[in-house]
């Protein structure tokens, strides 16, 4: 009977097993290899390749937990594996074509492995509803980020990035697993169903589960880098390699956003019973007196605005765009405040409209340091002319991430600002709209140092490989199609609001 | 074709963009032909509009219709009636005359100029013709980039702070907008038994709605509307874009950007909320007349010409605003010819700097005068828009001034007509402001012997002003052509804000 | 008063005194000593609790273990034991304050909340049948992915130290 549930279990599970072969596969076949090899690369998008097909597998799958309720199997899980394989799968052809990668004389080899890792980490937080299991994917997921970070070892860059990082990354799963216990000291579970049921029929001190959920939220935070537990984001991403930085801006994200939903949709709603409005629709009910929508509002409006702000002071393109995606999460968590499946499917709209637009920006902002060897905005002056279609692309990337129709970005943030308004939070809709113009002073300040100013000293044309500019097309197309036809894109996002146990 | 006629308007700019940027670099020749030519062909498809408008129906005509999202029923909606038809026909005519004007000024990057000019176009034709309210929006942000980018590559020296206030100003004005259309939209979600942002429907409920609610969305639409028009006190945007942007740039600005805010108003913040917008007329009067004096009295202490012409189209939108405010037929029908007399003649006194100052490379009053005798033909057209802009009985400024004046004075919307009596004062003053131009610039003696030497206008520029100079003639002496086409939508308008104070404010 | 409590209280005492001189020493092997009677207090309670299998693991791996490759490396680094670890105090006011806040807070939550106490259950004479069996069953993905964990960890440290 145990061995036939946990056959099924893995059954459903090969994703995540041919993953964790894949980390293996790449650490033997590098024992063979003295000199820098892609081979392993290749391996990695093979791995990630089956994990996408035995993915898509699963997308008739009814909803359920496996493994005696550690991971659930649910169409929003399936969405964020898809997204997390895209990233982990771009990010691989980012590394290849990042001669900072290249130039380093350190060989490949755990390289590919932690971003493996990472991606399998990723996985299993957007499946888990296990507090044990959520915090050891999170450990997975943030031990190989760290190492990523600090990829580059004589760069002192690279390795105080990577420090910060694992120092911040302590002491915010410290929180969580601090959080955690409280809540099994209430609850008696870890389980986040029996927590659920445990907490609709027991009255409990609301106090404690607050500082719980706060607690909780800093394991969250650090993820997702919202305010206040954004402080490493800026030196961890100016830092690290730009392949690393992509990946933690937005597979790390990602995955972060899709543990906190699931967590907080799950833990502390009635689970059992959704009720349906008057719209048909399904609403998620808030424990009375428990506000957390408000406190993540709270931190929502914080951590928009400060990332907004404090980008406009920004020269180093890779800072700015660590504050910028600190803005781009506070604009996500925003919509989390509607608690509602408009606003999550809004959310995960978002999230793969980000995916595109925020991977593209540090494309373009890898070629522009692989062919220009700078980072600072103030020397990319003119260089619009020299390479157009790079610059083209990045100025769709700037113009979506800034919200302007036509773009993908406009559709993730009409989204948002639907949900938020459609359920009377119209203020918090008009902050987040104020953020936007913020936002775009300085995605323009980018657009007017390609642009508008012309090129000084040498103005030669400076063009890419064939395999360059199909890749940035590959990102650049998606943010503006995304712009125009997301029809099945929203539908897959509202499938996939389905998760387990909440219709 | 006819039946698709406001596709093709929208799009065949926008598509016949494209190859421009196929062409060599450096046969700017054949770019500009080309350009020259798909914008005439635009022109000739809005002339054909023009004349397949049926005038005697206030409906919208030409409708397009296709679901564009479907779970939020947005819609790829086009139509056309009185009011857009009028905007949409100076929009299509100023984009040849300038492209023929400018023909020589613009030196570097050529190709991405012409290319910007017709996306340009294009948007600037979907917003006048866009019934859906996202799409509305879509085309009114998009029309933000083309501007950003002429203004900020081929502007003046401080085209770098003109374009971020613009972009800024604008961007944050639209945002609020937004926020309107999906509350609005959300609102009226109950009361059509679906989301959707289809103009038409919503025109019919919002009416309905709780009057605080109405005002906030009101303010929320209107001060965009109010930002790109500019209204007093959101214009400042204005002076720093008109100057910094190239010739053809701050004609397009003047001509056709800032009815889009005027479009606005009348088209949305009248139409979804006739009854806010009648609670609101006073103030917003004051606030025209404020940017009447205000900009008038500016104008008169400007030293640069291209300033001063800018700060001209602060004082005469005010009076646009002021005859939407006074909401009667005479003065909204004034309103609108006054929309497309500024575009003409305000247009072509930027043509006209641009000519002068591409033959002496300054704006600086004080380094011409007497140059009626170096340049006569330029001297003597030039007065012909002054006189235009300033409302010389016979030309079209009148027609429009007369009968905002006159449909204000006695609107019952206004309850008072010192703000109609106020507004004339501007009037007197751009006389002043622009003769007084005039004189410094063209009479006296020739002190500067720089100028001894500019030639004068040349075949392409005189024929290029030919076609706006034809119309503020023809404005001035028979506006009924253009007039009796809009009469029976603005009529509709008027008809509804009346019915909307007669039924709601029996409910209330 | 009971036995029992006595020897809760004299383990508790032992932990959080040991931890406290982790935290203040400025002496980095006097922490380090000191951490190691942190874990045995945290066996010891272990132990207290029936939980004899993990008790023992503690005892194995923390003190035995971990501590003395603790050790070994700050007394083969030596160049940090002549470093004088400046700890200097920055606003302590302001530390004191936060520090006191959120002390007062979690002594009154614990105080105040209705922890949800398991009723004693009778144990067998040893708990490592059922930690085995459990492993194997409903804890079999967590014990797989720890395992992954400490392999990624393991690559990762190896990495960051090797000399290229």
Known sequence: MLTQQILDGLSKFYPETILSVTILVIVFVELFFKKKTRVSGWIAMAGLAAAMLFTFLQVNIPAQTIFFQMVAVDPFSYFFKVLLILSGFLIVLFTFLSDEIRSSEFKTQEYYALLIALTLGGFLMASSVNLLMMYLALELSSLSSYVLAGYFKKSNRSSEAALKYVIYGGVSSGLMLFGISLIYGICGSLDMFAISAYLSANPVNLITLLIAIFLMLAGFGYKISAVPFHFWTPDVYEGSPMPVTALLSVSSKAAGFAMLIRFFLVAFQNAGHPTITTEGLHQYITLPGLHWPEVIAVIAVATMTLGNVVAIWQDNLKRLLAYSSIAQAGYMLLAFVVVSPQGISAMLTYLAVYLFMNLGAFFAAILISNKYKTENIEEMKGIGYRSPLLCVSMAVFMLSLSGIPMTAGFIGKFYIFSALINNGYIWLAIIGLMNSVVSLYYYIKILKNMFLIRPQGDTGAVSFGAGYSVLLLALAIPTIVLGIFFGPLTKFAEYSVQIFGLK | ?508 | MNYYEIIFYVFAVLTVVSAGVVVFSRNIIYSAFALLFTFTGVAGIYVLLNADFIAITQLLIYVGGIMILLIFGVMLTTNVTNVEITTQTLKALPATIVVAIVSALLVSTMVSTKWAVKDPISVESTTINQIGELLLTKYLLPFEIASIVLLIAMMGAAFLARKN
């Open chain 2, 1 to 508: 074709m006819i039946n698709n006629i406001l596709s093709f308007l929208i799009f065949l700019p926008i598509i016949l963009s494209i190859p421009i940027l196929f062409f060599k670099a450096g046969k700017d020749k054949l770019i500009k032909t080309y350009t020259i030519a798909v914008t005439i062909v635009v022109f000739i498809l809005s002339i054909i509009l023009y004349f397949g408008f049926d005038a005697s129906k206030s409906d919208f005509q030409f409708v397009e219709k296709v679901q564009w999202v479907t779970d939020f029923n947005i819609f790829y909606f086009l139509g056309v009636d009185g009011i857009s038809l009028l905007l949409i026909l100076l929009t299509t005519l100023i984009f040849p005359v300038t492209i023929l004007a400018v023909w020589n000024s613009i030196t570097t990057r050529t190709k991405e100029f012409y290319f910007l000019l017709l996306i340009l176009e294009g948007s600037l034709i979907g917003v006048f013709l866009s019934l859906d309210l996202i799409l509305f929006y879509v085309f009114w942000e998009l029309i933000l980039i083309p501007m950003y980018f002429i203004i900020g590559i081929w502007g003046g020296k401080n085209k770098y702070y003109a374009t971020v206030k613009f972009f800024l100003y604008t961007m944050f004005g639209s945002l609020l907008m937004l926020v309107a259309i999906i509350w609005l939209a959300n609102y009226a979600t109950p009361m059509i038994g679906k989301f959707t942002t289809d103009y038409t429907e919503l025109r019919k409920v919002s009416i309905f709605m709780p009057l605080n609610i109405q005002m906030w969305m009101f303010i929320f639409f209107g001060l965009s509307f109010a930002i790109k028009v500019p209204m007093f006190p959101f214009h400042t945007w204005l002076p720093d874009a008109h100057t910094e942007a190239p010739t053809a740039g701050s004609v397009i600005l003047a001509a056709v950007l800032l009815k889009m805010g005027t479009y606005g108003l009348l088209r949305f913040s009248i139409g979804l909320f006739p009854l806010t917008f009648v609670r609101f007329a006073v103030p917003i009067a004051i606030l025209g007349v404020i940017g009447i004096i205000y900009g008038a009295l500016l104008c008169i202490a400007q030293k640069d010409m291209k300033k001063l012409v800018a700060y001209s189209s602060v004082s005469h939108m005010g009076f646009i605003v002021l005859a939407l405010a006074g909401m009667t037929v005479e003065s909204v029908q004034g309103g609108l010819i006054q929309m497309v007399n500024h575009g003409l003649s305000t247009g072509a006194l930027f043509l006209f700097v641009g000519f002068i100052y591409d033959r002496r490379h300054t704006r600086e009053i004080a380094d011409y005068g007497g140059l009626t005798k170096i340049i006569p033909i330029f001297a003597s057209l030039f007065l012909v828009v002054c006189l235009s802009s300033i409302g010389l009985p016979g030309l079209n400024g009148f027609v429009g001034e007369f009968m905002i004046l006159a449909g204000s004075f006695a609107s019952p919307n206004l309850h008072n007509n010192i703000y109609t009596i106020l507004g004339t004062i501007g009037i007197v003053l751009s006389a002043v402001y622009l003769l007084w131009m005039y004189q410094r610039v063209m009479l006296g003696p020739v002190e500067n012997e720089a100028n001894r030497n500019v030639p004068d206008l040349n075949k392409r520029e005189i024929i290029s002003i030919i076609p706006i100079l034809l119309f503020i003639v023809w404005i001035g002496v028979y506006p009924n052509t253009f007039l009796s086409k809009s009469e029976a939508s603005v009529k509709r308008v008027i008809e509804n804000v009346e019915a909307a104070k007669k039924n709601i404010l029996n409910i209330y």
